[in-house]
């Protein structure tokens, strides 16, 4: 079975990166996986002075406006960053929030799709021929804490 996942007030909407559970990486509390991903794409360029605008917006939804604003200029080495910011900033959200880990680890082994008409990278896309890297990250991080569960049982 495929289990598709988009906006938070959906069936599975935790999974999105806009779902209101909050992370701390590195000694700052963040207060979406979206403030994070998006401010991280700015570490140590010449635009990182939008990153406290980024983590203090008020929802993710402008956390991500700030983050996809195209005359800024991103981190050099973003593009071979990215996947590993989001599954760090993936699992820490799925070890912190117990809830949240339920529902991931029942989803048992069906696969894992965000289901955005728009991204063909993180997402499936219009036409559900997109990459799908969220959901192999989520997919991941389920195995991830299967196996850490696995450990201290």
Not at 36 to 57: L, N
Not at 75 to 85: E, F, G
Not at 91 to 106: G, M, P, V, W
Not at 107 to 123: A, H, I, K, M, R
Request: hydrophobic fraction near 35%; charge should be negative; include cysteine.
């Amino acid at each position: 079975m495929t289990i598709y996942f988009y906006k938070v007030w959906e069936p599975y909407g935790c999974f999105s990166n806009f779902s209101p559970h909050g992370i701390e990486i590195r000694g700052t509390y963040w207060s979406t996986v979206e403030h994070y991903y998006q401010a991280q794409k700015f570490v140590g360029s010449v635009d990182a002075a939008i990153i406290p605008s980024i983590y203090a917006a008020e929802t993710p939804e402008q956390a991500a406006a700030l983050g996809r604003c195209s005359t800024r200029q991103l981190r050099s080495d973003w593009d071979a960053v990215k996947t590993q910011v989001m599954k760090e900033a993936v699992l820490k959200k799925f070890l912190t929030h117990a809830e949240i880990r339920d529902t991931l680890l029942a989803t048992g082994d069906n696969l894992l799709v965000e289901n955005s008409p728009n991204d063909y990278f993180w997402g499936c896309g219009a036409d559900k021929t997109g990459e799908n890297c969220l959901g192999k990250i989520l997919m991941n991080v389920r195995e991830e804490i299967r196996n850490l569960l696995c450990r201290y049982q």
